[in-house]
């Protein structure tokens, strides 16, 4: 009997242990994912104060002119929405008094959203597991989320104090408002990161965090309605930066509260973060009610459906907006009629202020055109997160036609831009009726409805950008955008030659009464538009799927 021989067992391999992973790997991978925002709100920023100062200086020159705006604040309306005037003896005084409280707004959602990507995105989309199944615990990389955060705050402030230092405003002033935003942003950031462990999915966290925030811009509009209110400042983060009074009494103190707060919302979300599984959330949803198969039946349903709740809060947000900018009117006619400083101010722009009611809607239409085409680059975006995220693929591979998806795509990102001028144009005219100025409703229309070729115009820009540079969807047209915008009214001030101001498309809009937008204007700026999203949808026919 012959023994055959085995060979001998080869032992298993050792297991690799995996390395940890740095804090600072972590922190450079989310500095990767938010950089491109980051950039363009620290250009708009340092950008928009720029053009504040300039256009106060040129438009009043004398300390006896700039004084007289302190009778702006007799207005309930205006005291709402910017607050009490302070230092506007001071180019840097002006500037946050009168554009002040619209960064604060803007610098507040985009930090919470930014916040909750980098969170609460992450574990939807499933890539927070392959981070997490490092040696790197949550808390950790909750850490490194929002010390990226962090460092986008900072450079916040320095964006928001550099233009002032530059031009030569008060130092104290500038370095007082860049850390107040800093701090602000900071605040924003760590809210944004606590609901993400409070809620679940993403379109949740940040529905409560911009309830949040919108919470605590009414609790400061109401206490700059009346003396009798103004302690209410203290309840609420906008209004500690009000208390601050840069270039006025500069009080330092009062950057306390903000940075306290802050951390005190970042050791919520670190310690929340400790009592949860990755995905889940604090506050889990039910899923005991019936199924709803509402817009269920194509694509094109399907498309509104997913967007039908963020086109309900933009247009919630900008309704309450314009109402109050309509509330405003009567209040900046009768400065106009007896300031012809503030004439020049608005003249200075670009504006023709024979009728100051038409001259002001005009000034308010254009300002709106921008956050207008702003959400044509997110309606798109929501495209591209379908596509980045991988749930495209499951419609495509139904025999959809890309084109035709994303012509119809398009068509519905147009609808949707119009749906929210049009509730933001009744608004505006609801505010002007009610503050008693003597305005039509052709002569609010008008104005707002010549945004229409704008909007158009990035639409066909978010499709192309979509189309040949997925990744930049949102990032393109909204700095473009902001390009755009500051291009025209910086020009303006700055007396820039009419060939530079005629390449952005808001100087082609309307300066009623004198101005009316042409149509030759509207058809050049509507068919660029039309070429634009034409290419896009080629491109987009032709390439691959992309993920993330």
């Given at each position: 009997?012959?023994?055959v021989?085995?060979?001998?067992?080869?032992?298993?391999?050792?297991?690799?242990?995996?390395?940890?992973?740095p804090?600072t790997a972590?922190l450079?991978?989310?500095?990767?994912?938010?950089?491109?925002?980051t950039?363009?709100?620290?250009?708009?920023?340092?950008?928009?104060?720029?053009?504040?100062?300039l256009v106060?200086r040129?438009?009043?020159?004398d300390a006896?002119?700039?004084?007289?705006?302190?009778?702006?604040?007799t207005?309930?309306?205006v005291?709402m929405?910017?607050g009490?005037p302070?230092?506007?003896?001071?180019?840097?005084?002006?500037?946050?008094?009168?554009?002040?409280w619209?960064?604060l707004?803007i610098v507040a959602c985009?930090a919470?959203?930014?916040a909750t990507?980098?969170?609460r995105?992450?574990?939807?989309?499933?890539?927070?597991?392959l981070?997490l199944?490092r040696?790197?615990?949550?808390?950790e990389?909750?850490?490194a989320?929002?010390g990226a955060?962090?460092?986008?705050?900072?450079?916040m402030?320095v964006?928001?104090?550099?233009?002032?230092v530059?031009l030569?405003?008060p130092?104290?002033?500038?370095l007082?408002w860049g850390?107040?935003?800093?701090a602000?942003?900071?605040v924003?950031?760590a809210?944004?990161?606590?609901?993400a462990q409070?809620?679940?999915p993403?379109?949740?966290?940040i529905?409560?965090?911009?309830?949040?925030?919108?919470?605590?811009?009414?609790?400061?509009?109401?206490a700059?309605?009346a003396?009798s209110r103004?302690?209410?400042?203290?309840?609420?983060p906008?209004?500690?930066?009000?208390?601050?009074?840069?270039f006025?009494?500069n009080?330092w103190?009062w950057?306390l509260?903000?940075?306290?707060?802050a951390?005190?919302?970042?050791g919520?979300?670190?310690a929340?973060c400790?009592?949860?599984d990755?995905?889940?959330?604090?506050?889990?949803?039910?899923?005991?009610?019936?199924?709803?198969?509402?817009?269920?039946g194509?694509?094109s349903g399907?498309?509104w459906?997913?967007?039908?709740?963020?086109?309900?809060?933009?247009?919630v947000?900008?309704v309450v907006?314009?109402?109050?900018?309509?509330?405003?009117?009567?209040a900046v006619?009768?400065?106009?009629r007896?300031?012809?400083?503030?004439r020049?101010?608005?003249?200075?722009?670009?504006?023709?202020m024979?009728v100051p009611a038409?001259g002001?809607?005009?000034?308010?239409?254009?300002?709106l055109?921008?956050?207008?085409?702003?959400?044509?680059g997110?309606?798109l975006?929501?495209?591209?997160?379908?596509e980045?995220?991988?749930?495209?693929?499951?419609?495509?591979?139904?025999?959809?036609?890309?084109r035709r998806?994303?012509a119809?795509?398009?068509?519905?990102a147009l609808?949707?831009a119009a749906?929210l001028?049009?509730?933001t144009t009744v608004?505006?005219?609801?505010g002007?009726?009610?503050?008693?100025?003597p305005v039509?409703?052709?002569?609010?229309?008008e104005?707002?409805?010549?945004?229409?070729?704008?909007v158009?115009l990035f639409?066909?820009?978010?499709v192309?950008?979509f189309?040949?540079?997925?990744?930049?969807?949102?990032?393109?047209?909204?700095s473009?955008?902001?390009a755009?915008?500051l291009l025209?009214?910086?020009?303006?001030?700055?007396?820039?030659?009419?060939a530079v101001l005629?390449?952005?498309p808001?100087?082609?809009?309307?300066r009623?009464?004198g101005?009316?937008?042409?149509?030759?204007?509207?058809?050049?700026?509507?068919?660029?538009?039309?070429?634009?999203?034409?290419?896009?949808?080629?491109?987009f026919?032709?390439?691959?799927v992309?993920?993330?």
């Amino acid at each position: 009997m012959s023994v055959v021989a085995r060979p001998a067992a080869t032992p298993a391999p050792a297991p690799v242990p995996l390395r940890p992973v740095p804090l600072t790997a972590r922190l450079r991978w989310s500095w990767r994912l938010i950089r491109r925002s980051t950039a363009v709100m620290w250009f708009a920023v340092a950008a928009y104060l720029t053009v504040e100062v300039l256009v106060f200086r040129n438009a009043y020159p004398d300390a006896a002119s700039r004084q007289r705006l302190l009778s702006l604040s007799t207005s309930t309306a205006v005291r709402m929405m910017q607050g009490i005037p302070g230092a506007v003896d001071t180019g840097g005084g002006f500037a946050v008094w009168d554009g002040g409280w619209m960064i604060l707004v803007i610098v507040a959602c985009w930090a919470l959203l930014a916040a909750t990507r980098l969170t609460r995105g992450e574990e939807d989309s499933g890539r927070a597991d392959l981070v997490l199944c490092r040696p790197v615990t949550a808390r950790e990389a909750l850490l490194a989320t929002l010390g990226a955060m962090g460092v986008a705050a900072a450079g916040m402030g320095v964006a928001a104090a550099a233009p002032f230092v530059l031009l030569g405003e008060p130092v104290a002033g500038a370095l007082l408002w860049g850390a107040g935003l800093a701090a602000f942003a900071a605040v924003a950031a760590a809210l944004g990161a606590v609901a993400a462990q409070v809620a679940e999915p993403r379109r949740r966290a940040i529905s409560l965090g911009l309830g949040l925030v919108a919470a605590t811009f009414l609790v400061r509009a109401v206490a700059n309605s009346a003396d009798s209110r103004a302690w209410l400042l203290g309840a609420t983060p906008f209004g500690w930066v009000d208390r601050m009074q840069a270039f006025g009494a500069n009080r330092w103190w009062w950057l306390l509260p903000p940075a306290a707060l802050a951390l005190a919302l970042t050791g919520v979300a670190l310690a929340a973060c400790a009592r949860r599984d990755v995905g889940d959330a604090l506050l889990r949803s039910r899923s005991t009610h019936r199924s709803s198969f509402r817009l269920l039946g194509g694509a094109s349903g399907f498309g509104w459906r997913i967007a039908s709740g963020a086109l309900l809060a933009w247009t919630v947000t900008f309704v309450v907006l314009a109402f109050v900018f309509g509330l405003m009117t009567g209040a900046v006619v009768d400065f106009l009629r007896t300031d012809q400083t503030y004439r020049k101010m608005f003249e200075a722009m670009g504006m023709d202020m024979s009728v100051p009611a038409t001259g002001y809607l005009s000034y308010i239409a254009i300002f709106l055109a921008l956050p207008f085409a702003a959400f044509t680059g997110w309606r798109l975006g929501t495209t591209r997160q379908e596509e980045a995220e991988g749930r495209l693929d499951n419609l495509l591979v139904r025999g959809v036609v890309r084109r035709r998806w994303l012509a119809v795509t398009a068509a519905q990102a147009l609808m949707a831009a119009a749906i929210l001028l049009l509730a933001t144009t009744v608004s505006l005219w609801a505010g002007a009726v009610i503050s008693g100025a003597p305005v039509s409703a052709r002569q609010v229309l008008e104005p707002m409805a010549g945004t229409a070729p704008v909007v158009a115009l990035f639409v066909g820009i978010a499709v192309l950008v979509f189309g040949v540079a997925p990744r930049l969807t949102v990032a393109a047209p909204v700095s473009l955008a902001v390009a755009c915008y500051l291009l025209d009214t910086l020009g303006a001030a700055v007396k820039w030659p009419g060939a530079v101001l005629a390449l952005s498309p808001f100087h082609h809009l309307a300066r009623l009464p004198g101005q009316p937008m042409t149509v030759t204007s509207a058809a050049v700026i509507t068919g660029i538009g039309l070429l634009a999203a034409a290419i896009g949808i080629a491109a987009f026919a032709r390439r691959d799927v992309r993920p993330a």
